[in-house]
């Protein structure tokens, strides 16, 4: 075998992706005497409908790939603040407070929550979490955190195992809405992985357009599946839209339980070769 017939061999589906470059452009494949594509202004098998960018995928699974904007990753905080805790009010607006460990972050009591200095709309995130080992108390009141979309909209973060509390608030749930649809977590001190998709709602002042809509892959397993949120994340009620910015912060919530995070990044949405979502 040739060496670099060897060396892509090596390297896999990673190194056939950084071989790759984007088609050129007004190339000859591809037909103009076919039908349009309905509402779109492109034939069938149009040779000059734009090509998607090409992204090199990370050498591991669950690492960022080449798009990708790194949030943490495991290092510094440098892309976060501290926001006022949306649940006790606990503390206040500046630096990051929560405690940097061995490639982790880990939730301080009685801080604020973590709030992203960049604001989002539709995004993909990736973000692995675990609860404290050994595991404190019971319920709501056990590893509980979560990712807040736009600062707003939570994914439950809680400990999954051997911890019965209700459906809507368990970990992968869209709290207080929707239950997640099935428990693939992991047990305290492990790793679990939450793969989100997050559409933003679509708001004319107060009058909704169009909910925000939330996929969640939970260790790899689906468990919400384009699921319509009612409203920003309330304890106790039932969420109903109000007015908002059309992207906000990325929030993990501080419970006050000591749970950690690693391996957070995002990619921004939005088709490449159709106009930005209203
Ligand atoms: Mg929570």
Redesign the pocket.
Known sequence: MKLPLLLAALLGVAGTAIAQAPPAANHDLGFKDTPMLPGLPWHVHDPDRPHPPVVTPAATPGGAPSDALVLFDGRDLSHWTSHAST?SKAGSDGPAEWKLGEGYVEVVPKTGDLATKEKFGDIQLHIEWSSPNPPVSTS?GRG???VLLMGRY?V???DPYNNPTYAD?QAGAI?GQWPPLANPGRGPGEWNVYDIIFEAPRMDGDKLLKPAIITVFFNGVLVQNHKESMGP?VYRQVAKYVPQPAEDSLVL?N?NNPVRYRNIWVRRLGGYDEPAKK
């Open positions: 649940i709501q509980n955190s979560g939570e439950q973060v809680l608030g709290y994340m919530q419970h």
